[in-house]
Protein backbone atom coordinates (compact mmCIF):
# COMPACT_ATOMS: atom_id res chain seq x y z
CA UNK A 1 0.00 0.00 0.00
CA UNK A 2 3.05 2.68 0.76
CA UNK A 3 4.12 2.02 -2.69
CA UNK A 4 1.19 2.35 -4.14
CA UNK A 5 0.84 5.68 -2.57
CA UNK A 6 4.60 6.87 -3.12
CA UNK A 7 3.75 6.20 -6.68
CA UNK A 8 0.31 7.81 -6.64
CA UNK A 9 1.30 11.17 -4.92
CA UNK A 10 4.52 11.28 -7.49
CA UNK A 11 2.19 10.87 -10.57
CA UNK A 12 -0.15 14.08 -9.24
CA UNK A 13 2.94 15.87 -8.33
CA UNK A 14 4.23 15.46 -11.85
CA UNK A 15 0.86 16.32 -13.58
CA UNK A 16 0.59 19.58 -11.46
CA UNK A 17 4.25 20.19 -12.00
CA UNK A 18 4.83 20.14 -15.47
CA UNK A 19 2.98 23.04 -16.83
CA UNK A 20 4.16 24.81 -14.18
CA UNK A 21 7.60 24.01 -15.97
CA UNK A 22 6.48 24.97 -19.29
CA UNK A 23 4.33 27.93 -18.16
CA UNK A 24 7.78 29.06 -17.18
CA UNK A 25 9.85 28.27 -19.81
CA UNK A 26 7.76 30.54 -22.21
CA UNK A 27 9.99 33.37 -20.58
CA UNK A 28 12.55 32.66 -22.39
CA UNK A 29 11.88 33.85 -26.21
CA UNK A 30 9.37 36.64 -24.30
CA UNK A 31 12.35 37.90 -23.50
CA UNK A 32 14.15 38.65 -26.04
CA UNK A 33 10.69 39.49 -27.71
CA UNK A 34 10.48 42.31 -25.36
CA UNK A 35 14.55 43.20 -26.09
CA UNK A 36 14.00 43.85 -29.50
CA UNK A 37 10.71 45.75 -28.97
CA UNK A 38 12.61 48.46 -26.31
CA UNK A 39 15.52 48.81 -29.25
CA UNK A 40 17.74 46.78 -27.86
CA UNK A 41 19.81 43.68 -29.55
CA UNK A 42 17.72 40.75 -28.89
CA UNK A 43 19.63 38.04 -26.43
CA UNK A 44 18.01 34.69 -25.27
CA UNK A 45 18.39 35.19 -21.70
CA UNK A 46 18.39 31.04 -21.24
CA UNK A 47 19.48 30.69 -17.84
CA UNK A 48 17.62 33.14 -15.18
CA UNK A 49 14.10 31.96 -16.56
CA UNK A 50 15.37 28.46 -16.44
CA UNK A 51 16.77 28.51 -12.67
CA UNK A 52 12.87 30.33 -12.17
CA UNK A 53 11.04 27.67 -14.30
CA UNK A 54 12.95 24.71 -11.74
CA UNK A 55 12.76 26.64 -8.82
CA UNK A 56 8.89 26.75 -9.14
CA UNK A 57 8.16 23.52 -10.83
CA UNK A 58 10.76 21.51 -8.45
CA UNK A 59 8.57 23.73 -5.04
CA UNK A 60 4.78 22.66 -6.97
CA UNK A 61 6.43 18.86 -7.04
CA UNK A 62 7.37 18.85 -3.59
CA UNK A 63 4.23 20.64 -2.13
CA UNK A 64 2.11 18.46 -4.17
CA UNK A 65 3.78 15.15 -3.51
CA UNK A 66 4.03 15.67 0.13
CA UNK A 67 0.27 16.80 0.44
CA UNK A 68 -0.88 14.26 -1.73
CA UNK A 69 1.16 11.49 0.00
CA UNK A 70 -0.52 12.33 3.45
CA UNK A 71 -3.74 12.92 2.30
CA UNK A 72 -3.34 8.81 0.86
CA UNK A 73 -2.03 7.97 4.38
CA UNK A 74 -4.78 9.45 6.43
CA UNK A 75 -7.58 8.05 3.37
CA UNK A 76 -5.77 4.66 4.13
CA UNK A 77 -6.66 5.38 7.94
CA UNK A 78 -10.39 6.03 7.00
CA UNK A 79 -10.78 3.15 5.09
CA UNK A 80 -9.55 0.76 8.22
CA UNK A 81 -11.64 2.56 10.78
CA UNK A 82 -14.34 1.59 12.65
CA UNK A 83 -15.21 5.52 13.94
CA UNK A 84 -13.49 7.48 11.15
CA UNK A 85 -11.96 11.36 11.05
CA UNK A 86 -12.51 13.22 8.20
CA UNK A 87 -9.76 16.16 8.15
CA UNK A 88 -9.12 18.79 6.27
CA UNK A 89 -6.67 18.45 3.31
CA UNK A 90 -3.16 18.71 3.83
CA UNK A 91 -3.12 21.66 1.20
CA UNK A 92 -5.38 23.66 2.88
CA UNK A 93 -4.39 22.70 6.59
CA UNK A 94 -0.66 24.75 5.09
CA UNK A 95 -2.97 27.49 3.36
CA UNK A 96 -4.81 28.51 6.62
CA UNK A 97 -2.27 27.35 8.99
CA UNK A 98 -0.16 30.03 6.90
CA UNK A 99 -2.27 32.91 6.94
CA UNK A 100 -3.30 32.08 10.76
CA UNK A 101 0.30 32.30 11.89
CA UNK A 102 1.07 35.40 9.28
CA UNK A 103 -2.05 37.11 10.33
CA UNK A 104 -0.65 36.67 14.20
CA UNK A 105 2.74 37.81 13.22
CA UNK A 106 1.49 40.61 11.50
CA UNK A 107 -0.29 41.85 14.57
CA UNK A 108 2.89 41.56 17.18
CA UNK A 109 4.79 43.30 14.29
CA UNK A 110 1.94 45.99 13.93
CA UNK A 111 1.98 46.37 17.79
CA UNK A 112 5.70 46.40 18.68
CA UNK A 113 6.46 48.54 15.76
CA UNK A 114 3.77 51.10 17.19
CA UNK A 115 1.91 51.69 13.80
CA UNK A 116 -1.36 53.01 13.21
CA UNK A 117 -4.06 50.95 14.62
CA UNK A 118 -6.11 51.09 11.57
CA UNK A 119 -3.45 49.21 10.18
CA UNK A 120 -3.78 45.89 12.96
CA UNK A 121 -7.58 45.93 10.49
CA UNK A 122 -6.18 44.21 7.85
CA UNK A 123 -4.30 41.50 9.10
CA UNK A 124 -7.34 41.19 11.67
CA UNK A 125 -9.50 40.27 8.45
CA UNK A 126 -6.75 37.75 7.24
CA UNK A 127 -6.99 36.61 11.06
CA UNK A 128 -10.72 36.01 10.93
CA UNK A 129 -11.00 34.40 7.40
CA UNK A 130 -9.00 31.99 8.49
CA UNK A 131 -10.46 31.26 11.29
CA UNK A 132 -13.68 31.56 9.43
CA UNK A 133 -12.65 29.06 6.52
CA UNK A 134 -10.58 26.25 8.19
CA UNK A 135 -12.53 23.07 7.58
CA UNK A 136 -13.47 21.61 10.92
CA UNK A 137 -12.65 17.91 11.55
CA UNK A 138 -16.03 15.69 10.88
CA UNK A 139 -16.04 12.73 13.25
CA UNK A 140 -18.17 9.92 12.22
CA UNK A 141 -18.76 7.60 15.48
CA UNK A 142 -20.74 4.77 15.69
CA UNK A 143 -24.15 6.31 15.89
CA UNK A 144 -23.88 9.97 15.24
CA UNK A 145 -21.20 12.08 12.95
CA UNK A 146 -19.84 15.53 14.59
CA UNK A 147 -18.30 18.32 13.80
CA UNK A 148 -17.54 21.56 15.70
CA UNK A 149 -18.81 25.36 14.84
CA UNK A 150 -17.56 28.50 14.00
CA UNK A 151 -17.60 28.45 17.80
CA UNK A 152 -16.11 25.62 18.60
CA UNK A 153 -19.37 24.12 19.93
CA UNK A 154 -20.04 20.72 18.79
CA UNK A 155 -22.25 20.05 16.28
CA UNK A 156 -23.83 16.34 16.69
CA UNK A 157 -26.31 14.61 14.39
CA UNK A 158 -27.65 11.06 15.19
CA UNK A 159 -28.11 8.64 12.18
CA UNK A 160 -31.58 7.79 12.68
CA UNK A 161 -32.06 11.93 12.86
CA UNK A 162 -31.05 12.38 9.24
CA UNK A 163 -33.44 14.24 7.18
CA UNK A 164 -31.16 14.26 4.11
CA UNK A 165 -27.73 14.15 2.59
CA UNK A 166 -27.00 16.28 -0.30
CA UNK A 167 -24.16 17.37 -2.89
CA UNK A 168 -23.90 20.86 -3.83
CA UNK A 169 -22.48 21.93 -7.25
CA UNK A 170 -19.14 22.92 -5.43
CA UNK A 171 -19.09 19.04 -4.21
CA UNK A 172 -19.94 20.12 -0.60
CA UNK A 173 -21.68 17.79 1.17
CA UNK A 174 -24.15 18.56 3.30
CA UNK A 175 -25.93 16.37 6.16
CA UNK A 176 -29.20 17.86 7.66
CA UNK A 177 -30.97 17.40 10.48
CA UNK A 178 -33.45 19.43 12.09
CA UNK A 179 -32.47 22.47 13.12
CA UNK A 180 -28.28 21.88 12.71
CA UNK A 181 -26.32 20.23 9.73
CA UNK A 182 -23.01 19.55 9.17
CA UNK A 183 -20.94 20.06 6.00
CA UNK A 184 -18.15 17.95 4.22
CA UNK A 185 -16.32 20.75 1.94
CA UNK A 186 -13.89 20.10 -0.98
CA UNK A 187 -11.28 20.79 1.14
CA UNK A 188 -11.80 17.38 3.64
CA UNK A 189 -10.50 14.69 2.88
CA UNK A 190 -12.13 11.60 1.48
CA UNK A 191 -15.61 12.44 -0.08
CA UNK A 192 -16.80 9.62 -1.90
CA UNK A 193 -16.37 7.47 1.71
CA UNK A 194 -18.11 10.12 3.97
CA UNK A 195 -20.66 9.58 1.56
CA UNK A 196 -20.41 6.38 1.51
CA UNK A 197 -20.61 5.90 5.74
CA UNK A 198 -23.23 8.73 6.29
CA UNK A 199 -25.53 7.34 4.03
CA UNK A 200 -25.35 3.15 4.33
CA UNK A 201 -25.44 3.76 8.77
CA UNK A 202 -28.28 6.50 8.24
CA UNK A 203 -30.22 4.55 5.55
CA UNK A 204 -30.77 7.63 3.36
CA UNK A 205 -29.35 8.28 -0.35
CA UNK A 206 -27.18 10.96 -1.18
CA UNK A 207 -29.22 13.48 -3.72
CA UNK A 208 -27.73 16.68 -5.81
CA UNK A 209 -29.10 19.55 -4.04
Not at 4 to 18: E, G
Not at 76 to 100: K, M
Request: aromatic fraction near 12%; include cysteine; charge should be positive.
Amino acid sequence: MLWNQTKASARAAIAVSLPVLFSFLVLVPFTAMLDLLNSRSPQLEVEMPAQIAALFATGTFVITFVSTFRDLRKIGQIDEAREPSFTPTTFATGIYGFTLVGSLWGIYGLKRDGEPTWLLLIPVAFLALAWYGWPRTIQCKESFVSQRSLWLRNKRISYSAIEAISIWHDGTTIVIAPGVSIEHTPYHIDPEMFRYIVSKRSGKPVLPY
